[in-house]
């Protein structure tokens, strides 16, 4: 029997198994290819599927050979791994990117009303099934800002379970990126702690069961705190800061006396050693063969 859509797609064989796994995926977020290489190199050693994240930003400021690269890179590596655009807020962004080798797509339409949001992301995911890719929007608002997304000023909105679950069955969208407290960018004094609450996420999770459920803004990582949110149920984790400091703090130390070749190879190793880390964290290391054979 010929496996039908979502099942053919890589980012949906990725995360099923996880939620067969209860373990978490690391979405790494690059901006070059340093980041890329990186992140594949990490999982490869680790054996462990994974997925690499690029920022509309980066679509626009490298164009489409550089998506093309970076799927072919993510679908010849030796574990599962699938290319995915994170926080895609333009409309005519999102149209762009469903002509371009993604596997998955996130439409942030928190920003729109409600009712906006649902048509659109609606249309959207009929749009994606013809291209073989899956959706992921966020509900709520993921206060705060990042690279390429704005910095909102605004009260942070939390995702209602009940509207959240009417979401997903309306819009027929694969993964769920729930605020609960989880905020882009620099925590206020109290961090993750203070503000994540883990009984809306649990609440969240039990009345849609078959939601996926993804975590942005989990800098600070907080270990204990983290666990608790892949037992809850959240099986893509978006990373972002953690991978870059690492990177970034290796240029700083050796820009001065370092040829470019030993600037790329060393920041990749260090990015590696934190990629690494982000995958034991999520305990997915090993676990390459979960995931259905891809075509
Ligand atoms: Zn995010």
New binding site residues.
């Given amino acids: 029997m010929v496996a039908e859509y979502p099942a053919t797609n890589r980012t949906f064989q990725i995360l099923q198994a996880a939620e067969r796994g209860k373990y978490a995926i690391p979405a790494f977020n690059c901006y070059n290819a340093d980041g890329i290489l990186g992140s594949i190199w990490a999982a490869e050693k680790m054996n462990a599927p994974a997925m690499i994240e690029i920022f509309p930003f980066s679509m626009h400021f490298h164009g489409p050979e550089f998506i093309k690269f970076a799927s072919e890179a993510c679908h010849n590596a030796k574990v599962p791994i699938s290319l995915h655009l994170?926080?895609c807020t333009e409309k005519e962004d999102v149209y762009k990117a469903l002509e371009l080798p993604f596997d998955s797509i996130?439409v942030?339409a928190s920003s729109q009303d409600p009712e906006e949001n649902f048509k659109f992301v609606s249309e959207i995911v009929q749009i994606a099934k013809t291209k073989n890719i899956t959706i992921e929007a966020?509900l709520g608002r993921?206060q705060g800002g990042?690279d390429g997304?704005p910095t909102v000023d605004m009260e942070a909105l939390y995702t209602e379970p009940e509207f959240a679950a009417e979401f997903i069955s309306r819009t027929g969208i694969h993964y769920l990126?729930p605020s609960f407290g989880n905020i882009?960018g620099p925590y206020p004094p109290g961090g993750p702690m203070k503000y994540w609450q883990l009984d809306r996420l649990a609440e969240i999770k039990r009345l849609s069961p078959e939601a996926i459920l993804v975590l942005?803004?989990a800098f600070p990582i907080i270990h204990d705190l983290f666990q608790k949110t892949v037992e809850l149920g959240v099986r893509k984790v978006?990373l972002?800061k953690n991978l870059h400091d690492k990177y970034l703090e290796f240029w700083k130390d050796h820009v001065s006396n370092t040829e470019m070749t030993g600037l790329q190879r060393g920041g990749i190793a260090a990015w590696m050693e934190e990629a690494i880390e982000s995958i034991k964290l999520c305990g997915c290391n090993g676990k390459a063969s979960d995931v259905n054979s891809i075509n």
């Fill in positions: 994170d926080h996130m942030d966020e993921i990042e997304v990126a882009h942005h803004g978006n972002n």
